[in-house]
């Protein structure tokens, strides 16, 4: 039986609830949380909140797909030209290793313009691929899940940050290396 990532789409704020309710299944079950510091009026205090909103990732069988389906609070799988889009493993596991260090991560929702191609050389992120972008005046890589139909920005210093294809729009290199 082959086992597959899939995406799924869950009702607003019910990503961790439809994540117990997997998790009873005894379905292999993803959900990234980030630790956010939340401010209201009268304290602060740290709360962990999906990577992703409305997102989870469940490592299924087809014979397992429409028991997830039917789960209270799923709503529906991310799909590609009509079919669930499975996603490589080694994605999951570059949300695993984002989230496992001290990385800035935030999720954007429209990728932004193309740029230099890059790999991470040095630090606890060697050997990620992604695109080198200038994002409000921070330098930022873009790390693709292509099939989820999202972007990550995460903050790595540029002394970790080897080019190995330049981008087509602005120089990049001469903007922010000193040759």
Do not use: C
């Not at 086992?3 to 994540?19: D, F, G, H, I, M």
């Not at 695993?96 to 313009?113: H, M, N």
């Not at 695109?131 to 790390?143: A, M």
């Amino acid at each position: 039986m082959e086992y597959s990532w899939l995406a799924a789409y869950t009702n607003p704020r019910a990503e961790k609830k439809v994540y117990q309710l997997l998790l009873d299944k005894q379905i292999e079950t993803y959900l990234p949380l980030v630790r956010r510091l939340k401010q209201w009026s009268d304290r602060k205090k740290w709360v962990e909140e999906p990577l992703i909103r409305s997102y989870i990732f469940v490592k299924i069988s087809e014979k397992e797909y429409f028991e997830v389906l039917n789960t209270p609070g799923l709503v529906r799988f991310i799909t590609f030209e009509g079919k669930a889009a499975a996603i490589p493993e080694n994605q999951i596991d570059t949300l695993r290793k984002l989230l496992s260090t001290d990385t800035e991560v935030e999720v954007i929702d429209t990728p932004p313009e193309v740029g230099s191609e890059i790999t991470i050389s040095k630090g606890s992120l060697l050997g990620l691929k992604g695109e080198l972008i200038d994002y409000k005046q921070r330098n930022r890589v873009v790390v693709k899940l292509e099939h989820v139909g999202k972007s990550l920005l995460i903050n790595v210093p540029l002394s970790h940050i080897e080019v190995i294809h330049k981008g087509k729009g602005e120089n990049l290199e001469e903007k922010y290396w000193d040759n």
